[in-house]
């Protein structure tokens, strides 16, 4: 295929190699100066769209994601799909999908899982909204850069199912750190802890996959200092994201917003900022009951 993509940051960089290299010429836009092997560069987002067969776009928000609409759709040809794969509110995915689909165009909304080792890897799962034409035209190309897409529905619903979660990933993970630290004052082996935790009722993602506590299970984030497979930083915007979706949808998240509230604390007034989102153990572990 015929493939723009706009955005190559840490993850849009090596989603578009991995595409150039399965043989699909790809042309690419970025504000930033890249160089990405079998990937030509444009010089604007309206020159990487036209005469694509798909537009790809990884962007930051939703106010970013609206601007590049409006550069790329007037460009693109009637039938040709727009794929947005950022992770973005519902209300955005929603508006310029409606835009996209008054153009002609087949829209999707499909924000990732597997952060940059998933995306270097080819090994993402996308959860997808939109229509089925769509989904089916970009199909071959999710089966290159990931290993799973999930058809979640009608546009904006991709985004309902990664903010939803990643509200559970958010408050797993900082109750297994919370476990831990209380295992640490307890006397309670780190490892013992593990073992019996990762085979039975409380075994979850964020303990079995992707553990928090350096030298215990698989290789992780807390084996390499807490330098960010997936950051903190980034947990808290999809945090916020949930909490504004379960405002606008009339929903109760109380735990979601506990979460939201606990990595706001951790990214912005502690020392969470460019670390893991794993990186709440050795918070955990320096504070006492009565910390708060």
Known sequence: MKIGFIGLGNMGGPMAANLAKAGHEVTGFD?????????????????????????????????????VANQVIPVMAAGTVLLDCSTVDVESARAVAEQAQAAGLSALDAPVSGGVGGAQGGTLTFMVGGDEAGFNTAKELFDVMGQKAVHCGPSGNGQAAKICNNMILGATMIVTCEAFA???????????????????????????????APGVGPQSPADNNYQPGFAADLMLKDLRLAVQAAEAADADTPLGKAARDLYAQFVENEDGKGRDFSAMLPRFEKRGHTAG
């Open 182 to 212: 209380l295992a640490d004052k307890l006397g309670l082996d780190r490892q013992a802890m593990f073992d019996v935790v990762s085979t039975s009722s409380g075994y979850s993602w964020s303990m079995n996959a992707y553990c928090p």
């Open 31 to 67: 504000m930033a100066e890249v160089v990405i092997d079998s990937v030509a560069m444009a010089t604007s987002a309206e020159e990487a769209a036209t005469g694509r067969d798909v537009v790809i776009t990884m962007l930051p928000n939703g106010q970013i994601l609206r601007s």
